[in-house]
């Protein structure tokens, strides 16, 4: 590990300001993710702000009547939470699928947004990633690409996006609230968030460099039946070969958001028009390239989803 700096922000504005005036910062908050590629230097930060004693970590009743959920908010916490459980029940399951109970302790509501890829490739630091170094190239094309992207991908990456919490979020149509160094802030839908890759893959979200997750805005509750789904290489908390998160009305009509398959939170409002899984899921994956070792997941979500529908039928 390389030497950096240390500060504790005294308010989110002071975090993002401090973001702005050292051009090689990270925020630190659970540091599940960051101290990892810290320790493997495919994070070299000069300088770690620690935002962890800002107060956002409350769960609190929106004026839309939804939920708050503060930045810092541990993913043990909100999966626990009774009108989490209750009324987002989506959400909770998601998120005891994502990690054991060690991680979710620590781990953070926009951690977790902002967890990045788990490519083998942008793990090998002997092997060209576009990610990790822009302009070298991606591994994975031609590679081992079990667990890589089949939509919403590009030529210069084909990488997943890691997170449950996220897919879930976007099934929810959750909205993401920010800070920047000059304390302006705005609210953005979470489909907004994250970027695919097109030619830049090292640019994964749409945040300014000053700009930090301050809350996560959940909207009235939806009803319905909710399930998650997840099917990967071992039980204990592996990343999704493929996930899908549902919210189905007792009418039929249902939301579907996926992971496994994108470089972010996958959902095709258009496609939940269908009533069968098999169109669903070939709307869904319009335009899809697979390759030598990903060509199962366009069946595994077919089969995924016809689960799911079953079973919202009883």
Same mark, same amino acid.
């Given at each position: 590990?390389?030497?950096?700096?240390?500060?504790?922000?005294?308010?989110?504005?002071?975090?993002?300001?401090?973001?702005?005036?050292?051009?090689?910062?990270?925020?630190?908050?659970?540091?599940?993710?960051?101290?990892?590629?810290?320790?493997?230097?495919?994070?070299?930060?000069?300088?770690?702000?620690?935002?962890?004693?800002?107060?956002?970590?409350?769960?609190?009743?929106?004026? !839309?009547? /939804?939920?708050?959920?503060?930045?810092?908010?541990?993913?043990?916490?909100?999966?626990?939470?009774?009108? &989490?459980?209750?009324? *987002?029940?989506?959400?909770?399951?998601?998120?005891?699928?994502?990690?054991?109970?060690?991680?979710?302790?620590?781990?953070?509501?926009?951690?977790?947004?902002?967890?990045?890829?788990?490519?083998? *490739?942008? *793990?090998?630091?002997?092997?060209?990633?576009?990610?990790?170094?822009?302009?070298?190239?991606?591994?994975?094309?031609?590679?081992?690409?079990?667990?890589?992207?089949?939509?919403?991908?590009?030529?210069?990456?084909?990488?997943?996006?890691?997170?449950?919490?996220?897919? =879930?979020?976007?099934?929810?149509?959750?909205? &993401?609230?920010?800070?920047?160094?000059?304390?302006?802030?705005?609210?953005?839908?979470?489909?907004?968030?994250?970027?695919?890759? !097109?030619?830049?893959?090292?640019?994964?979200?749409?945040?300014?460099?000053?700009?930090?997750?301050?809350?996560?805005?959940?909207?009235?509750?939806?009803?319905?039946?909710?399930?998650?789904?997840?099917?990967?290489?071992?039980?204990?908390?592996?990343?999704?070969?493929?996930?899908?998160?549902?919210?189905?009305?007792?009418?039929?009509?249902?939301?579907?958001?996926? /992971?496994?398959?994108?470089?972010?939170?996958?959902?095709?409002? =258009?496609?939940?028009?269908?009533?069968?899984?098999?169109?669903?899921?070939?709307?869904?994956?319009?335009?899809?390239?697979?390759? =030598?070792?990903? =060509?199962?997941?366009?069946?595994?979500?077919?089969r995924m989803l016809a689960s799911v529908l079953s079973e919202a039928k009883g």
């Amino acid at each position: 590990m390389k030497a950096f700096t240390f500060e504790r922000a005294a308010s989110p504005a002071a975090a993002a300001a401090s973001l702005a005036s050292h051009p090689g910062a990270k925020v630190i908050a659970g540091g599940t993710n960051l101290l990892d590629l810290m320790k493997l230097q495919i994070e070299n930060p000069t300088h770690l702000i620690d935002i962890n004693h800002l107060g956002l970590d409350r769960i609190e009743a929106d004026s !839309g009547g /939804g939920l708050r959920i503060g930045a810092l908010v541990r993913n043990t916490d909100l999966a626990s939470d009774a009108r &989490v459980r209750r009324d *987002y029940p989506v959400l909770s399951r998601a998120l005891l699928a994502g990690a054991s109970g060690q991680l979710r302790n620590k781990a953070t509501t926009a951690g977790n947004l902002l967890q990045r890829t788990r490519c083998p *490739y942008f *793990y090998d630091t002997t092997k060209p990633c576009n990610k990790r170094q822009p302009g070298t190239g991606c591994s994975a094309q031609g590679g081992f690409d079990r667990n890589l992207a089949i939509v919403g991908a590009s030529d210069q990456c084909i990488a997943t996006h890691p997170s449950d919490l996220a897919v =879930a979020m976007r099934v929810l149509d959750a909205t &993401v609230q920010t800070v920047r160094a000059d304390n302006s802030r705005r609210t953005l839908p979470i489909a907004e968030l994250h970027r695919t890759p !097109g030619s830049t893959p090292e640019v994964e979200t749409v945040l300014a460099r000053d700009e930090i997750i301050t809350s996560v805005t959940l909207p009235a509750p939806l009803g319905g039946k909710h399930f998650y789904r997840k099917v990967r290489d071992r039980a204990s908390y592996a990343f999704a070969l493929v996930s899908v998160a549902a919210v189905i009305q007792p009418d039929g009509r249902g939301r579907f958001a996926y /992971g496994g398959l994108a470089p972010k939170p996958w959902r095709v409002e =258009a496609a939940e028009q269908h009533g069968s899984a098999q169109a669903i899921a070939q709307a869904t994956l319009a335009g899809a390239r697979t390759g =030598a070792h990903n =060509a199962f997941k366009p069946v595994l979500l077919e089969r995924m989803l016809a689960s799911v529908l079953s079973e919202a039928k009883g």
